[in-house]
């Protein structure tokens, strides 16, 4: 599976393009601002439905305008099919496979797996713990479809629990039943949450040492753990012994949604002891462990978003991770990088198809395996 080509109308800085890719890789070049980013968050949103860095769809509408489209054309071993993402502002954002509507957004999940990694990625390791449920989630959902529903009923419940506690603090009364009536629509959801995760969990960890033993050439060792209260005591247990803490605190402090995912480095965290280029080969060995794991659960080979990751890595580092990228096991590439001649020296130096792109102000011309094009 692959994305052959790509239409662009209205969406961020573009105001129409028609790009072709490689099968194999595609690197976009040129100078910060001109639009690189934004080709692989176009992807982005043809495989999951969203924009890997902004949670309003409407800001990605093109400046002076009030729509947006997104049309790719994906090819898999027999056929091509047609995806087609559309917003208009004050309107409900439309999601169409082969001139079909779905029902639900949500359905499309899992159809076109894709792996990013990016700067932002960053948060990861700095901020806090709901940037690393998000992690796990977009790993999981992207093969599990339980998996994404009992994330959602979940959620929806935790959100009316919330609201009751709340409006039991503001007019002082309390009633533990109906409280009781959205803790059981959360029991099973959250244990199997909590299952799904402990098995990737255990999983990945191999997967994500062997590639940073890779990139770090065996430097340091690196660990993942999973924390969750569940692993000692069922849901409803801590419902139970955390009521009078959730009244005071006015909302649900303890659950599946407390979990956390522990990064270390030689038994410390990551986020104290690990320079910037030990945490930037943390995050992309952990995302080409992500990329493996997808692929080893769902029988497709994700494609891979590989944003300006290069910055703070050597000649050395870039090609080491290009040629790791380009072996069979992999499927789809596509790169963004501020430097350009770097770039067409270490894909030259590989024997796989590839395309270069360069854009500048809205332009964007190509080298098919050396020779010159015009989009």
Known sequence: MYLKKLNLSNFKNYNEIDVEFSPRINCFVG???????????????????????????????????DFFIIKGTFHDSVEDEEIICGLQRSKRKSFRRNGKEYSRISDHIGRYPVVMISPADSSIITDGSEERRK????????????????????????KQRNRLLKDYAADGRFDRQMLDLWEQQMLNPGRNIY??????????????????????EDREKVRLKYKSQLSKRSMKDLFDMNIDKDRIMRYTTSGIHRDDLILEMDEFPIKEIGSQGQQKSYLVALKLAKF???????????????????????????AQIIELVSENRFGQIFITDTHGERMKSVLSEINIDYRLFKIDNGVIEFVVNGEAKTS
Request: hydrophobic share 35%.
């Open 135 to 158: 992690f796990m989630n977009n790993v999981i959902s992207q093969f599990n479809r339980d998996y994404l529903n009992d994330i959602i009923s979940y959620n929806k419940a935790l």
């Open 31 to 65: 100078d910060n601002g001109v639009g690189k980013t934004n080709i692989l968050d176009a992807i982005h949103y043809l495989s999951l439905t969203k924009s890997y860095f902004v949670n309003v769809d409407s800001v990605n509408i093109r400046h002076g305008n």
């Open 195 to 216: 299952n799904s995760r402990s098995g990737f969990v255990e999983e990945i960890i191999p997967l994500f040492q062997q590639y940073y033993n890779h990139i770090s």
């Open 292 to 318: 493996e794991y997808i692929r080893n659960k769902g029988g497709l080979k994700p494609i891979l978003l590989m944003d300006d990751i290069f910055d703070k890595f050597d000649g050395k580092r870039v």
